[in-house]
């Protein structure tokens, strides 16, 4: 059986991705890890932070277009929360954590992933260049405009917060420039489940819930350019941040499967698909 092998558009995936494991110390500390194989250092936009041989313990969230300090947690329906003594900053090279034990206790055992977006030099940023405005940017926006956005079209991930209107038909910009093919959506002010779409096979999941995938949330789609919100992603009038992600040959691939329940496992292709023939 001949299968099709895509060039990789990224060859250094540590470019764009890093994670580590490091033992707290409960004292402010910078956890140095964002380095590309080279040993060129970048800075971080979205941080994901874990206690490792604690059970019960949150998965904690941060990225660059909320704000460092602003936190949400995935396994939680919870709204964002600031804290000080948390994530501090998103450094040239890592991430500077505080003395609080969910990140830094004592001892302990953490690990922390690593994504690069866009940078946060201004409030629209785009492959490392900030612009006050999202036309200024390239940014093809829906009819809700955006309030802020970090995009890494090299790396084929997105960060982009709106104030959401409530209105099932509201759509927004993603400035991939290529259809994502999984996106992500909280509602940030309020406590309001984690959204999540796999875009090609139409399952729709809450991320901080045990249910089962659903397929009812068909309006719920994207283009090269923009994300259908549907009312579930665009509830009330609250902030909202959403995460994309396309497919980079090299770097990414998303989907799903079906399990067979064969002792042996199946080869899951995760190179993007020949199916996908927008």
């Known amino acids: 059986m001949f299968i099709f092998m895509p060039t990789p558009t990224v060859t250094d995936p540590r470019k764009y991705w890093s994670n580590t494991l490091y033992i707290g110390s409960r004292a402010t500390r910078a956890v140095r890890q964002c380095f590309d194989s080279t040993g060129t250092a970048w800075t971080p936009d979205w941080v994901w932070i874990k206690r490792r041989n604690v059970s019960g313990t949150n998965h904690n969230m941060f990225d660059s277009v909320r704000g460092a300090t602003n936190m949400l947690r995935s396994n939680q329906n919870v709204a964002q929360g ?22 830094n206790a004592s001892n302990e ?5 690593c994504w690069k977006a866009g940078g946060s030099s201004n409030t629209f940023n785009v492959d490392g260049t900030g612009y006050a405005s999202a036309a200024d940017a390239g940014i093809t926006e829906g009819n ?6 970090s995009i890494n079209k090299k790396s084929g991930f997105s960060i ?42 139409n399952i729709y999941l ?3 819930t045990s249910s089962a995938g659903s397929t009812s949330y ?4 994207a ?6 919100l549907g009312y579930t992603w665009n509830n009330g009038s609250g902030t909202h941040v959403a995460y994309s992600w396309t497919e980079i040959p090299g770097f990414s691939s998303f989907g ?5 329940g064969h002792t042996g496992g199946c080869l899951l292709y995760t190179s993007p698909s020949p199916r996908d023939k927008r």
């Open 109 to 113: 055992q953490i690990v922390g992933w």
């Open 256 to 260: 799903t499967y079906t399990g067979t």
């Open 223 to 228: 283009t090269d350019t923009l994300i259908n």
């Open 144 to 149: 809700l405009a955006l309030t802020g956005a």
């Open 82 to 103: 600031s804290f000080n003594t948390v994530l501090q900053s998103f450094d040239s090279d890592g991430f500077t954590v505080g003395d609080d034990g969910a990140h």
């Open 218 to 221: 068909s309006s719920y789609t």
């Open 160 to 201: 982009v917060k709106f104030t959401a209107n409530n209105n099932a038909s509201a759509t927004i910009g993603h400035g991939l420039n290529s259809r994502p093919k999984f996106v992500i959506v909280k509602d940030t002010a309020n406590n309001d489940d984690w959204q999540c779409k796999f875009i090609d096979d």
């Open 206 to 208: 809450t991320l901080n």
